[in-house]
């Protein structure tokens, strides 16, 4: 027994040696919602260069998340590793997952009609319809909070899937300033007998959507059986051929359908594929770039016009650069990425 109590206060010794430290992905707070008349939970990921003060004068552009609750891992871990310097498909990113409380209220434009489902539950009737109170929520009470606590650049991306894609159309043509660019996955456009189809009928030929950015995702639905109601393939092929045939003003828009996936699955291969298409051209040529440093400003020029937002090398990346060409025994090299580094960012 002397032996084992010996060995086991060793082994307790030895594991109390080793450091435990949390790994923190974000933060939830809550928000009183005087438009909602409720409280309002949002989890909030800062990316990790936020809090280094070295780059205290960097500011972020800010993705909104619908269904906070069920997607704040995945995508903040897609965001994290698609923003990696120097090898940067997107701009490092806040995220900001809005939390569900009453889901099939706030993400529905309008009370379920009678051919819906919804019908075989008067209670689920009464709650639909709440998507402009929940829109209007976003624009007068979250997005004004985060822009005055946290270092925001004014770009806004919306990310929403099946009832967050409908409500995500639904901005697109009726508040079409709220956000920039959007990744639209499996929408539910079938709602009440395609409702946002024929908004959009009007509306995408008439609107200047002044460069917003757009990309859409379809799952595979053929393997489910699906009620005439609710044809999720059919409202959003309505929705792309709209897109095809108006021809929107302004309006930069891409489609892909993910045939291996279904409606449960698609979220995250399309918020990975969303996200670059958004952010084309922010990814460098890094070898390239040493010799002909013109290229970063040039790429970025491009992605600017793109998106209508003015958009430029980050100060981790432009930091990356510099130390590349000083470990590659080139520091003349670097002499671009420090004038960049001091145009953008008023280092003296």
């Known amino acids: 027994m002397k032996k084992l109590s010996t060995l086991s206060l060793l082994l307790f010794y030895t594991l109390t040696l080793f450091s435990q430290e949390n790994i923190t992905i974000g933060t939830t707070h809550t928000l009183h919602s005087k438009i909602l008349n409720e409280d309002r939970k949002v989890l909030i990921?800062?990316?990790d260069a936020y809090n280094n003060k070295e780059y205290q004068l960097a500011k972020y552009p800010v993705v909104y998340l619908l269904d906070g609750e069920q997607n704040f891992h995945s995508f903040t871990g897609i965001?994290?590793?698609l923003s990696k310097a120097p090898y940067a498909h997107i701009p490092q990113m806040i995220v900001v997952a809005i939390c569900n409380t009453n889901r099939t209220r706030d993400l529905t434009p309008s009370l379920a009609g009678e051919q819906s489902f919804f019908t075989k539950n008067n209670k689920k009737i009464q709650q639909t319809g709440g998507?402009?109170?929940f829109i209007n929520f976003i624009a007068e009470e979250l997005q004004p909070y985060i822009?005055?606590?946290f270092r925001t650049s004014g770009y806004k991306v919306l990310n929403g899937h099946s009832f967050g894609g409908l409500t995500a159309i639904n901005i697109l043509l009726n508040h079409t300033e709220l956000f920039n660019a959007y990744v639209i996955i499996d929408p539910s456009l079938w709602w009440d007998d395609e409702l946002l189809n024929k908004q959009a009928d009007s509306l995408l030929g008439t609107t200047?959507?002044?460069k917003r950015n757009v990309f859409i995702a379809m799952a595979q639905?053929?393997?489910i059986a699906q009620d005439a109601t609710t044809n999720m393939e059919r409202g959003i092929n309505n929705f792309k051929h709209l897109l095809e045939t108006k021809k929107p003003n302004n309006?930069?828009?891409g489609f892909h359908f993910y045939e291996k996936e279904d409606h449960g699955t698609i979220s995250i291969p399309a918020e990975y594929d969303g996200l670059r298409f958004l952010f084309e051209n922010h990814l460098i040529k890094v070898k390239e770039a040493v010799n002909k440093p013109e290229l970063v400003e040039q790429s970025f020029q491009k992605l600017s016009a793109q998106t209508g937002f003015n958009f430029y090398p980050s100060q981790t990346f432009l930091e990356w650069m510099i130390n590349y060409c000083t470990r590659i025994e080139q520091p003349k090299q670097a002499t671009p990425f420090v004038k960049m580094f001091?145009?953008?960012?008023n280092a003296e």
């Open 251 to 253: 309006l930069r828009w």
């Open 45 to 47: 990921y800062l990316p």
């Open 79 to 81: 965001s994290s590793e």
């Open 208 to 210: 200047d959507f002044k």
């Open 131 to 133: 998507n402009n109170l």
């Open 342 to 345: 001091n145009k953008y960012y």
């Open 221 to 223: 639905h053929k393997v």
């Open 147 to 149: 822009d005055s606590n």
